[in-house]
């Protein structure tokens, strides 16, 4: 079965709504929370991390229930990117798995970078790490998390439930 369900929130609003889902950021720039990573707005809207904090940086997920992920997506809004980072998952918030491990990428402004990985356990915490930019600061325009099962027709038209392509 393909990885292209999406289970992470795609209309956030505010970092904690809609409920169930909640988003943190480690660092946000002034009016550019963590949120707006899931709002599928990622040509209007941003998370961007603090200045001040710089790198290493993290945005968090809570999915209020236990998935397993198989796949990730990014898209940045700027040439800000992350090129070095792990993506983690935990059911306590405070040990982590690492899931994924990326160094040196070059993601591409405005294009979706995908990326799959084995993975045998449910986590209801998602968790991008992010320990290296090509600047100063990280901004994404658009986060997304996947499971393997085939959406059904309403949940495409209710959540927006489009799949990445790998580019």
């Avoid at 209309?11 to 660092?27: D, K, L």
């Avoid at 397993?68 to 918030?93: H, I, V």
């Avoid at 294009?111 to 990985?117: D, K, P, S």
Wanted: negative net charge; aromatic residues 16%; contains cysteine.
């Amino acid at each position: 079965m393909p990885c292209t369900r999406l289970v992470s929130p795609n209309f956030m609003t505010s970092n904690n709504a809609p409920a169930p889902y909640e988003i943190i950021a480690e660092s946000a720039m002034s009016g550019h929370d963590g949120y707006m990573a899931f709002d599928s707005l990622w040509w209007d809207t941003y998370w961007a991390s603090s200045p001040v904090s710089g790198v290493p940086t993290w945005l968090f997920v809570n999915l209020n229930t236990a998935k397993k992920a198989c796949a990730y997506g990014l898209r940045c809004f700027s040439a800000n990117t992350p090129t070095d980072w792990t993506f983690e998952g935990s059911n306590d918030r405070v040990n982590f798995d690492v899931l994924d491990t990326q160094v040196n990428q070059t993601l591409v402004f405005y294009e979706n970078w995908y990326g799959t990985f084995a993975n045998d356990t449910n986590y209801q915490y998602y968790m991008w790490n992010f320990t290296g930019t090509s600047d100063s600061i990280i901004i994404i325009g658009e986060a997304k998390i996947f499971i393997e099962e085939v959406p059904a027709a309403r949940d495409i038209i209710s959540e927006g439930c489009v799949p990445f392509e790998r580019t």
